[in-house]
């Protein structure tokens, strides 16, 4: 479970706490926003965790309290049955894309699907709602469809008001997304928000704000600096390849190549062992092998 900011030092209400307890331990906590993804590929994670920084950014700002807690959570580590998510979303590709399609991106609002809001919590996700009743959050935002039924689901269970803010990540929002019960939709772009207003989403709780990244991104670097920290080259286009799930296949080299490689590391001031470690990485050859070769 990833936390942004731990909070184990919070005390935990229970049923069984009195009632004049609960009300101590609640003035105890700190305000907290709870930002929920589920590892379904890397980049539901990826914007939970850029949320994350921003909303640490703008403390003491925007009516974002001072001493706000911030707690990035999978929904997935809160499941009665635990799965791979990786796995599961790889079962709608290829052949059996069109089944994805209809259900995901054409059928079913999210009101409808989750009985009212609050099936699959009921059924899959009761310690998610235990997590709202103890830790009370004052907001939570989802960046996947699981996270933001569940956390609609939790609020009508558990009779603790907070907005939900979703954060779809797709580049389009699916019919299954909580359209009746969400209090805002941040969506990339002007086509996402054209699918929203079909399913009744007032204008109001819509907001076009980007897909969310990190820090660092937006900072002005001095690009021939950059690329000489990596050894690339400042005469030339660079290309970075990015995975989601799964991470990018080792680039396909020949022995010779790896030693190539090695070499121009070298020449840039690396010693042998860097460079014959640094050429394994990006081929499927051995450190050890490499680094024969370029003794030679």
């Given at each position: 479970?990833?936390q942004?900011q731990?909070?184990?030092d919070a005390?935990?209400l229970?049923h069984?706490?009195?009632?004049?307890?609960?009300?101590?331990?609640?003035?105890?906590?700190?305000?907290?926003?709870?930002?929920?993804h589920?590892?379904?590929?890397?980049g539901?994670?990826a914007?939970?965790?850029?949320?994350?920084q921003?909303?640490?950014?703008?403390?003491?700002?925007?009516g974002?309290?001072?001493?706000v807690?911030?707690?990035?959570?999978?929904?997935?580590?809160?499941?009665?049955?635990?799965?791979?998510?990786?796995?599961?979303?790889?079962s709608?590709?290829?052949?059996?894309r069109?089944?994805?399609?209809?259900?995901?991106r054409?059928?079913?609002?999210?009101h409808?699907?989750?009985?009212?809001?609050?099936?699959?919590s009921?059924?899959?996700?009761?310690?998610?709602?235990?997590?709202?009743?103890t830790r009370r959050p004052?907001?939570?935002?989802?960046?996947h469809?699981?996270?933001a039924n569940?956390?609609?689901?939790?609020?009508?269970?558990?009779?603790?008001?907070?907005p939900v803010?979703?954060?779809?990540?797709?580049?389009?929002?699916?019919?299954w997304?909580?359209?009746?019960?969400?209090?805002?939709?941040c969506v990339?772009?002007?086509?996402?928000?054209?699918?929203?207003?079909?399913r009744?989403?007032p204008e109001?709780?819509?907001?076009?704000?980007?897909i969310?990244?990190?820090?660092?991104?937006?900072?002005?670097y001095?690009?021939?600096?950059?690329l000489?920290?990596?050894?690339?080259?400042?005469?030339?286009?660079i290309?970075?390849?990015?995975a989601?799930?799964?991470?990018?296949?080792?680039?396909?080299?020949t022995?010779?190549?790896?030693v190539?490689?090695?070499r121009?590391?070298?020449a840039?001031?690396?010693?042998?062992?860097?460079a014959?470690?640094?050429?394994?990485?990006?081929?499927?050859?051995?450190?050890?092998?490499?680094?024969?070769?370029?003794l030679?």
């Amino acid at each position: 479970m990833d936390q942004t900011q731990t909070s184990d030092d919070a005390p935990l209400l229970t049923h069984s706490t009195p009632q004049s307890e609960q009300t101590t331990l609640l003035a105890q906590q700190k305000p907290l926003v709870t930002i929920v993804h589920a590892s379904v590929g890397s980049g539901h994670k990826a914007a939970a965790n850029a949320i994350a920084q921003a909303f640490d950014l703008i403390r003491s700002t925007n009516g974002i309290p001072e001493d706000v807690e911030i707690e990035v959570l999978d929904i997935l580590d809160f499941g009665r049955i635990k799965f791979d998510g990786n796995k599961t979303a790889a079962s709608f590709t290829g052949a059996t894309r069109p089944i994805y399609d209809l259900t995901w991106r054409y059928t079913l609002t999210g009101h409808l699907l989750w009985g009212g809001g609050t099936a699959w919590s009921r059924i899959m996700f009761p310690a998610f709602n235990e997590y709202v009743r103890t830790r009370r959050p004052i907001a939570v935002v989802a960046t996947h469809i699981t996270a933001a039924n569940v956390a609609v689901g939790a609020r009508v269970i558990t009779g603790i008001d907070y907005p939900v803010i979703c954060v779809p990540t797709d580049y389009e929002v699916e019919g299954w997304w909580p359209h009746k019960d969400t209090d805002l939709f941040c969506v990339a772009n002007e086509f996402m928000a054209e699918t929203l207003r079909p399913r009744k989403v007032p204008e109001a709780k819509i907001r076009i704000t980007g897909i969310p990244i990190r820090a660092g991104f937006d900072t002005d670097y001095n690009r021939e600096e950059e690329l000489k920290k990596f050894n690339l080259p400042t005469d030339k286009t660079i290309v970075l390849v990015m995975a989601g799930a799964q991470p990018c296949p080792a680039q396909e080299l020949t022995l010779d190549d790896a030693v190539g490689l090695a070499r121009k590391q070298m020449a840039a001031g690396q010693s042998a062992t860097a460079a014959a470690k640094y050429a394994a990485a990006h081929s499927a050859f051995s450190k050890s092998e490499i680094y024969r070769r370029c003794l030679e």
